[in-house]
């Protein structure tokens, strides 16, 4: 158990589906991110919320819609999504103010599959 | 613009074998570096860093020197495990808070 749990684990959806992937950590970190990982890709910073706020979002597609209602909560709303979005989405906290020099904390990942 | 660039993989050893897995990086700035691994079905783990030059980070048997003169921070290890086996993830931080620039990965195999 690594602090930062993501749920589900495995999605796989349909174009027109909506689903949400969730986050959650009891660290007592106040930032939090999304992460893209491709095969064979650099890791792609979607979104970050410090102190619940959203401070980044970068060039993500309006199809991805986060959602931060609290320091220990972080959600990414799904919406018509295309093959190309499937890959494995990381969710990570820190401690604001101290950011990549103190590490994140990364969850396991959800592996989606857009079909 | 920054970037960090990983030796491609995989890399295949056997156990107990001298393991060094380049990264060099180019910023310009003074970036803090930052090696990270992830091990099958898991999200990624903090290996080891260094903030300024000729800082050694070190962690599980695993080290790394940063080296500005060369602008690299290679990961090694003197006998490498089977537990070892993952992809292990470079990357560097300048004065952002929150991006984190990485390289691609590096998948390790190590064969008993």
């Known amino acids: 158990e690594t602090g930062v749990t993501q749920t589900p684990r495995h999605?796989?959806?349909?174009?027109?589906?909506?689903?949400?992937?969730?986050?959650?950590?009891?660290?007592?970190?106040?930032?939090?991110?999304?992460?893209?990982q491709s095969a064979k890709k650099p890791l792609e910073l979607m979104f970050v919320y410090s102190l619940e706020e959203r401070v980044e979002n970068n060039s993500v597609p309006s199809r991805f819609s986060p959602e931060c209602p609290n320091s220990s909560?972080?959600?990414l709303h799904l919406h018509t999504l295309q093959p190309e979005d499937s890959a494995l989405y990381l969710c990570a906290s820190s401690q604001e103010g101290g950011g990549p020099n103190y590490g994140y904390t990364f969850g396991s990942g959800t592996r989606l599959t857009v079909v | 613009g920054d970037s960090v660039t990983q030796m491609e993989g995989p890399v295949t050893l056997s156990e107990e074998a001298f393991l060094t897995i380049n990264c060099t990086y180019t910023a310009t700035g003074y970036p803090s570096l930052f090696w990270y691994v992830q091990y099958?079905?898991?999200?990624?783990?903090?290996?080891?860093?260094?903030?300024?030059?000729?800082?050694?980070?070190?962690?599980?048997?695993f080290e790394a020197t940063y080296r500005k003169e060369t602008t690299s921070f290679h990961l090694e290890k003197g006998s490498v495990q089977v537990s070892d086996s993952a992809v292990y993830f470079c990357?560097?931080?300048?004065?952002?808070?929150?991006?984190l620039i990485w390289g691609a990965g590096t998948k390790l195999i190590i064969k008993p």
Not at chain 1, 11 to 36: D, F, I, P
Not at chain 2, 91 to 99: H, M
């Open chain 2, 40 to 61: 099958p079905g898991e999200g990624l783990q903090l290996l080891l860093k260094a903030t300024k030059a000729d800082d050694k980070g070190s962690n599980k048997g």
């Open chain 1, 11 to 36: 999605l796989v959806m349909g174009m027109t589906n909506k689903k949400s992937l969730k986050c959650e950590q009891h660290l007592g970190h106040n930032a939090m991110y999304w992460y893209k």
């Open chain 1, 73 to 75: 909560h972080l959600f």
């Open chain 2, 91 to 99: 990357a560097l931080s300048l004065d952002s808070n929150y991006q």
